[in-house]
């Protein structure tokens, strides 16, 4: 088994290259530079990072890009065009075929139809009934937390940290769940000035390692809406629960932040399957 100090030096050498990645993503991204940047040899790195984190690099770079396309598909009126080639694709049928293998569906109908369709749909014509929504109490949830500051989408950047530092110290146990908890308005705050954290449950004894924080998610009563879908397209579907569930729901929403539970992992699944349960604080139930 590997001193932990050596697997922590390899987890934090791997962080920085998703960063880099994160951080070009609009430019030709040489894996050699990448190797450079995780200070290992050019010949071994990458065996190295598709051993630990479970895809090669080209998978993670080519998954990064596409779901940044997919949340420009979603959310802007960008033309095709120009989200294929910031997404690294020269012609438009390529980034068809690429983005349709990961979204099951050409970018044209992803954009008319994926599942932030149907909940822009539902807004529209204020329907409350359009998608479940749930009324559970939680409890008090001590947290190990991985604070994060930037684009939401780019929250997974954090959870990787988070994890890794978990592995190293001996503290990740099986099926440990991956949540997430937002702290500012996307539509009041600028994108790289964002606020989140990458969390996951830990037991009142553990002692986390100075690296990460604890935090601990409010307990009380929320209204959880299970979404299905890309992570992309989760923009409306907050718009439908605090826009049109929440008014004619006769709940008043609690002065704390909102936060999601992943239930399966994009590295796993393909977007169209991703399961992720979104937490908003209800008040009045004292």
């Known amino acids: 088994m590997s001193k932990p100090q050596t697997r922590a030096s390899y987890e934090a ?16 991204i040489r894996f050699d530079d990448l190797a450079e940047v995780a200070c290992l040899s050019p010949y071994h ?9 479970g895809e090669t690099i ?14 420009r598909l979603a959310n802007s009126s960008e033309p095709l065009k120009a989200i294929a ?19 099951g569906k050409t970018p044209a109908d992803y954009r008319s139809n994926g599942s932030h369709a149907m909940f822009k749909a539902a807004t529209r014509k204020q329907d409350i009934t359009g998608f479940p929504v749930e009324i559970v109490s939680l409890p008090p949830t001590r947290c190990a937390a991985a604070a994060h500051i930037g684009s939401y989408m780019q929250i997974d950047s954090a959870m990787a940290r988070l994890f890794s530092e978990l592995a190293v110290n001996g503290l990740l146990t099986p099926g440990q769940q991956m949540r997430a908890v937002f702290l500012d308005d996307p539509d009041l705050v600028p994108a790289d000035a964002l606020r989140s954290k990458a969390c ?8 986390l390692p100075s690296s990460l924080e604890t935090t601990v998610l409010r307990g009380g009563v929320y209204a959880r809406l299970r979404y299905k879908g890309p992570y992309a397209d989760m923009k409306d579907a907050y718009r ?10 006769g709940y008043d929403a609690d002065d704390a932040p909102i936060f999601e539970t992943y239930l399966n992992n994009p590295t796993e699944v393909p977007p169209p399957e991703l399961l992720t349960d979104i937490h908003l604080p209800l008040r009045g139930f004292e």
Request: aromatic share 12%; no cysteine; hydrophobic share 45%.
């Open 200 to 207: 996951t449950p830990v037991s009142e004894d553990v002692n």
């Open 45 to 53: 790195w990458h065996r190295i990072y598709a051993a630990i984190r």
């Open 13 to 28: 050498r791997l962080n920085r290259v998703v960063d880099h990645i994160y951080a070009h993503l609009d430019e030709d």
């Open 85 to 103: 080639e910031r997404a690294g694709y020269g012609a438009l049928d390529a980034f068809a075929r690429a983005f349709k293998e990961h979204y």
């Open 58 to 71: 080209a998978a993670t770079v080519r998954r990064l890009r596409l779901l940044r396309a997919a949340d």
């Open 240 to 249: 439908w629960l605090l826009g049109v569930w929440l008014p004619s729901s």
